[in-house]
């Protein structure tokens, strides 16, 4: 069975950095597709915000975090990271992260429809 464990999150100022992570077990982020996502309130959409392919390392960035958060992975460890710089207030979410069989634009723009296996998720506030 497949299992994720984030971690790395917490409080940080506004223009801080955070490096999150994302241990895997049950299967390889070498072969599948990995993405983060983020949810900032109960009531509101969990949406994909950087996803990288299984196949080779292309990535996909939202918008709102493109030029500021860079996913990478380590095979040899098994897990996944993201590296969030010049964090702003409206970072502030709970991050979980997915894997799965897939290309990584989908996984950002549709992987809430077709994912059922998320972590418990890691807090990121950034409050000055």
């Known amino acids: 069975q497949v299992q994720l464990v984030e971690s790395g999150g917490g409080s940080v100022q506004p223009g801080g950095s955070l490096r999150l992570s994302c241990a895997v077990s049950g299967t390889s982020v070498q072969y599948e597709a990995v993405g983060w996502f983020r949810q900032a309130s109960p009531g509101q959409e969990r949406e994909g915000i950087a996803?990288?392919?299984?196949?080779?390392?292309?990535?996909y960035y939202r918008e709102a975090v493109r030029g500021r958060f860079t996913i990478s992975r380590d095979a040899a460890k098994n897990t996944a990271y993201l590296q969030m710089d010049s964090l702003k207030p409206e970072d502030t979410a709970v991050y979980y992260c997915a894997i799965h069989k897939t290309t990584e634009s989908a996984m950002c723009i549709m992987g809430t429809t077709f994912i059922n296996n998320w972590g418990q998720g890691t807090q990121v506030t950034v409050s000055s």
């Open positions: 996803c990288i392919s299984g196949r080779n390392d292309n990535t």
